[in-house]
């Protein structure tokens, strides 16, 4: 029975990405799927010895026929340099997987997985990494960068293998670790650590705030810009209050920016639909020159603080 481990499409909340999705087969047959986002990355090609795109021995003529006419660009010795640094994995002691991309159908074809939905996997019997070239698709800004973090999901899947991490984690453990380790990647080495939606903030994680929170949508990934006009990433999760006995109905947004809540803003919600700001909170490092939801503007370059300041 073939063994493999995938990358699949994240099951998407309305108004946003953030949830990841994790299923497991059988201990030898497990189909294991995560959700994320990713960045960018400009990758120099050097010439090397290591085996690089090839068909493999599987593919027919017309999945051949079917594989990337231009591949995502990739350094095979720097990912195993920084494997190993991540991991502490002797990986030039194991032998060398082949990497092989390919368009949406051929991955179809050759794996019997969705072209749509699974974008990395990873067969200890061949030794063979496969990268659906759909990944491309699911960061339209930065095209390259969510299948470069799939190659080095699928990698990491490798190292396991060839480590014999395998036989002792489950199936969910192993696909936590590869995503752990891939977060630290494109966080540390890629250089973008807002690009994986947070958990959910407990309410000790929050400011004093006059009403309890309870959390409905999100978090989802959006842009605004800094008072220099730059842009930055932040996610917003939202949320709603009812205070009783009066009735009356809020809701509340949360921001999130460089690995930190960062903002708390409340609303009350009349019958007509308006919103009237309430109540809001910042970190003492970003609070906004201007009020009212997302259309705040930060201080330039702003530094979390570790401290809440009431705006509002």
């Known amino acids: 029975m073939r063994q ?7 099951s998407i909340p309305q108004g946003g990405r953030g949830r990841r999705t994790l299923t497991a087969g059988g201990a ?7 959700a994320i986002l990713s960045g960018t990355l400009i990758v120099g ?42 991991t502490g994995w002797p990986v030039l002691d194991w032998p ?24 990395g ?13 759909h990944c491309r698709s699911q ?32 199936g969910p453990e192993e696909e936590q670790q590869a995503l752990e380790y891939e977060i630290h990647y494109v966080e540390t080495k890629l250089g973008f650590p807002d690009l994986y939606p947070p958990a959910r903030p407990s309410l000790d994680a929050l400011p004093p705030l006059t009403m309890p929170l309870r959390l409905s949508q999100g978090p ?13 990433w932040v996610w917003v999760a939202t949320g709603t209050w009812l205070q009783m006995p009066a009735m009356k109905r809020y809701h509340g947004q949360l921001v999130y920016h460089d690995a930190h809540w960062i903002g708390v803003e409340i609303f009350e919600v009349d019958r007509s639909t308006e919103r009237h700001l309430v109540e809001a909170w910042w970190d003492a490092g970003y609070v906004p020159q201007t009020g009212g939801s997302l259309d705040v503007v930060f201080p330039v370059h702003p530094t979390y603080q570790g401290r809440w300041v009431r705006s509002r």
Not at 100 to 116: G, K, M, N, Y
Not at 141 to 167: K, N, Y
Request: charged residues 20%.
């Open 139 to 170: 960061w339209p800004d930065e095209p390259e960068v969510f299948c470069r973090a799939t190659l080095f999901h699928e990698m990491v899947h490798w190292g396991q293998h060839h480590s014999g991490i395998d036989e002792m984690l489950s």
């Open 4 to 10: 493999f481990r995938t990358r699949e499409r994240p």
């Open 45 to 86: 090609l050097v010439p090397t010895a290591f085996p690089a795109d090839a068909p493999s021995a599987d593919l027919s003529p017309r999945v051949a026929t079917l594989q990337a006419e231009v591949p995502v660009a990739y350094d095979l010795p720097v990912l195993l340099a920084t494997l190993t640094e991540l």
């Open 220 to 232: 989802w990934r959006v842009s605004i810009q800094d008072a220099a006009g730059q842009r930055q």
């Open 96 to 119: 060398l997987p082949r990497i092989v991309q390919l368009q949406p159908e051929a991955f179809q074809q050759l794996t019997q997985l969705s072209r749509r939905s699974v974008f």
């Open 121 to 133: 996997l990873y067969v200890p019997e061949t030794n063979q990494v496969f990268l659906n070239l």
């Open 28 to 34: 030898k047959n497990r189909c294991l799927a995560i």
